[in-house]
């Protein structure tokens, strides 16, 4: 697990832009209040309850790959957004703005995905600032 | 005799509930599936239809979405007029609770919150978490089908009296039963457009919560819900908790304006699994944790 955070930090490093954005979970300790963008192939996408989870497979400059871990809200909550079951399959290149988890390790909130296509979901997708219950 | 007034009541009912879905179907293709998420605004104010007398039948939205900070018109946010008056057992349960959400929410792997393992919500949690709901009606009742995991909920509008509160239960005509996740409820139609439901007998503190974010609620609590038709499209839908075991005063949890949906909607419902929880805690929830 070490290992795997010492790449992720890394990987935030090298590849994201950190910009500051409203917390979620206010009180909580969980997300960051800033947030993270990753580039990287579609691993999985779960499309179920308490949250959507999209996991993505990030490459580092060092060719180290790392797997972030990205959830978005309920699929009842983020269908307006325009997410559906088979928003994203495997190998699919996206780009994920996210707010990180405080501890430091590859996981995160969605904000919003720029699918291959160029298109994006957003908005309602998952970092729904204000709104945001973690199960 | 009885008999015959039943058959026209029911026929009234249902004449009543097909206008709502002929209305639909004057502005929408008839054969469809709409989407399942219920997401329709309100119609402008020169579109207004006034409200049918003495009807809550239809689907309704709330557009709140997951109502994560708490209760609507005081939400766990930090500020002082949000700042409940608890009873010092109430501000022990509070402390005790470790919400996902709210001014002292913890990671997933430390709450204790019922919900995460698929408990009932309980009355009036339904009230507060991810509010839609569809609400059928005849001579007898008003039934709430709630979207968040398809639960069904009661009120009795055929004259009955409100139960009294006992020690852990209530009575009735004298004999004693037992609390309910969703308690007793009575309605009464205060005018044509105005229902008025009384609710006791819930569970107690040790097993249910008011909101998402930790407030408590006691098997002492009375709540009060007004549902009032404000026109064909809007429901308000209020609520009062009066709960001494837990607060020092009555205060009122919400005032919502519920929005008419597309009767047709067969809705995407929230379910909670324990399977997906356990997934979704093993994928992310536990290491996002720092567990």
Known sequence: ?135 | MAVLYRGVMVGLVGVAFGFQLNAFAQNTPAQTWPDPVPNRQAAAVKDKKPAPRRSLAGLWGSRLGNQAKGTQLRPNDGSPASELPYTPLGRQMYQAHKALEGEDAVPPAGTNDPRVTCEPLGFPRYNHYDLGARIYQDEHSVSILYNYDNRWRIIWTDGRSVPTLVDGGVEIDGQYRESRWMGYSVGKWLDDYTLEVQTVGTLPEERVWLDNTGRPISDRARITETFRRLDADTLEWSETLDDPKMYTQPWQTMKIPMILQDPRTDVLTRYCSPYEIEAYNKAYGDGASGK
């Open chain 1, 1 to 135: 697990m070490r290992n795997r955070l010492v790449k992720a930090v890394s990987v935030a490093l090298l590849l994201l832009a950190s910009a500051p954005a409203g917390a979620h979970h206010t009180g909580s300790t969980l997300l960051s209040d800033t947030t993270v963008t990753v580039k990287g192939v579609v691993k999985s996408w779960l499309w179920s309850n308490p949250h959507c989870l999209l996991t993505i497979e990030v490459k580092g400059a060092d060719g180290q790959v790392v797997e972030w871990v990205m959830e978005a809200q309920a699929p009842n909550s983020i269908y307006p957004a325009g997410y559906r079951n088979n928003s994203f399959k495997p190998g699919d290149e996206v780009t994920v703005t996210a707010n990180p988890v405080t501890n430091g390790r590859p996981y995160g909130r969605i904000e919003s995905v720029v699918l291959p296509n160029g298109s994006k979901l957003g908005g309602e997708g998952g970092g729904r600032r204000g709104n945001a219950a973690a199960q």
